[in-house]
């Protein structure tokens, strides 16, 4: 086995693989609430449509995309093997459960990565299969360039052509594409899915609360310098803004949509 085998094998490797790849996924994470924040915009799903074709469509994009699905499943993957190893390393658990010190995020980081996995896969079928292969529906928006005002109707597929189309026309601009957003709000007007989604983004809050510090401490980021940064990207940030930021969607949908 060569050196590099034996590095990423070694206990240290596996959590500096859980690392790379979870703070890979928290920068997702950032940028993709970012872009879904177009749900809230009042434009009949204008923004957030043409904010799906660009993630979807633009090479570089598309690049760090299989990256994304790759870190998705190596994270998950290790995540397994570690949970394995260090119950076979102690098979008997603690008497008192938290007598360690340890909080309870970092005590059911594999129930709480169970339940996010489960949410990704529910939550990619939904809406990452069904825009590139399932029956989304389409729209067109004519906007006029003159007073800024948007209109939007349902078209057909074969209206729509197959492809994502812009152009002027006597001063009236407009859109051809698949209709994300009216899939967002369809899915998130069924009660059940809302839920879960909202308790997925808690497990989420619990998983990040524990596995963003941990991360800085794998990678020896822990000490008195760095220390009170990351603490407070951790909680505040990565734990509290970010999951409320997604919680949010679905709450606004099924209430206000």
């Known amino acids: 086995m060569s050196n590099f085998s034996k590095t990423f094998s070694s206990t240290l490797g596996r959590k ?12 997702f994470l950032v940028v993709h609430l970012i872009g ?25 994009i598309k690049v760090i995309s299989y990256l994304l699905y790759i ?5 998950t993957v290790w995540a397994i093997i570690i949970t394995s190893k260090n119950k076979a390393a102690r098979p008997v658990s603690y008497a008192v459960k938290g007598a360690n010190g340890s909080i309870w995020s970092s005590r059911n980081m594999g129930i709480l990565g169970t339940i996010i996995f489960l949410f990704v ?44 189309v ?12 698949k209709d994300l957003y009216k899939e967002v709000a369809f899915a998130f007007s069924n009660p059940i899915y809302s839920l879960f989604y909202v308790l997925a983004m808690a497990a989420l809050a619990f998983h990040l609360l524990h596995g963003f ?7 020896g980021w822990d000490n008195s310098k760095y ?3 990351v603490n407070f990207l951790g909680i505040w940030i990565f734990s509290i803004a970010i999951p409320i930021g997604f919680a949010l969607m679905p709450i606004y949908f099924f209430l206000f949509k």
């Open 36 to 60: 879904n924040l177009q749900l809230f915009a009042n434009d009949g799903g204008y923004a957030f449509n043409k904010y799906a074709y660009f993630m979807t469509h633009f090479t570089p």
């Open 121 to 164: 896969v529910i939550h990619m079928s939904n809406f990452w299969y069904k825009y590139h292969w399932g029956a989304t529906p389409y729209v067109e928006y004519s906007t006029n360039l003159s007073t800024g005002e948007t209109q939007a109707r349902e078209i057909t597929e074969a209206e729509y052509g197959k492809q994502y």
């Open 166 to 177: 812009t152009y002027v026309d006597n001063g009236i601009e407009v859109v051809k594409s």
């Open 213 to 219: 510090q941990s991360a800085f401490q794998t990678l």
């Open 227 to 229: 220390k009170p940064l």
């Open 16 to 27: 500096l693989i859980m690392c790379l790849t979870g703070l890979f996924l928290c920068a």
């Open 71 to 75: 870190s998705i499943i190596v994270h």
